[in-house]
């Protein structure tokens, strides 16, 4: 057993943003199932990748404290929100969320530059860099969904996002696959 190389404070906090990274995987579950039994097959294509994507963030985490002679702790998850009721409230979430894990890695950021904790932060600039990019995608996505909404009724812009998200998600699986 190693001692652990950063504060106990850090530790702390390092296993709330693993756990943070975990429920929103299983939020990006929840709403992807509600999509798909709306039949917006691309559109949860699309949430279920974005849920393996914080699998894997929360692997990161895991694997961080562990080997930095730390203890990853494995704790309860907070159930996802209720089912939404449109694509646009869905999308709103998913912005919402994005936003929300990028000010708790932030605020990890802040405790790391007051703790002088310069490994930790090393290894958390990649996730603001990450955090950047979903924010972007997450405010394109939104606007899309609020140009659709101001054509209400028109079920064939919504069948259109559905077929063009699919193809972002391949695009993704691609890169991925390609980065591997």
């Known amino acids: 057993m190693s001692k652990a190389r950063f504060s106990q ?3 702390e906090e390092l296993n709330k943003q693993m756990t943070r990274e975990a429920e929103a995987a299983q939020f990006y579950l929840s709403i992807g199932s ?10 949860a294509a699309f949430l279920y990748n974005h849920a393996s994507e914080e699998r894997l963030h929360m692997m990161k985490f895991i694997e961080f404290i562990n080997q930095r002679g730390g203890h990853c702790k494995i704790a309860a998850l907070a159930a996802p929100p209720a089912d939404p009721k449109t694509l646009e409230e869905l999308f709103d979430r998913v ?3 994005e936003i929300s894990n990028s000010t708790s890695i932030n605020d990890l950021v802040d405790i790391c530059l007051q703790e002088k904790d310069h ?3 090393n290894f958390l600039l990649w996730f603001v ?5 979903e924010e ?6 939104v606007d899309q969904m609020k140009l659709i909404g101001e054509d209400a009724g028109n079920s064939g812009g919504l069948y ?13 699986i691609t890169r991925s696959s390609a980065a591997s």
């Open 160 to 172: 259109e996002f559905d077929r063009n998200i699919q193809s972002l998600h391949d695009a993704q």
């Open 129 to 133: 860099q990450e955090q950047l990019e």
């Open 136 to 141: 972007a995608l997450a405010s394109k996505l």
């Open 119 to 121: 490994s930790t932060n």
């Open 34 to 43: 509600w999509a798909e039994v709306q039949g917006f097959n691309g559109v």
């Open 95 to 97: 912005l919402e969320q």
């Open 9 to 11: 404070r850090v530790e």
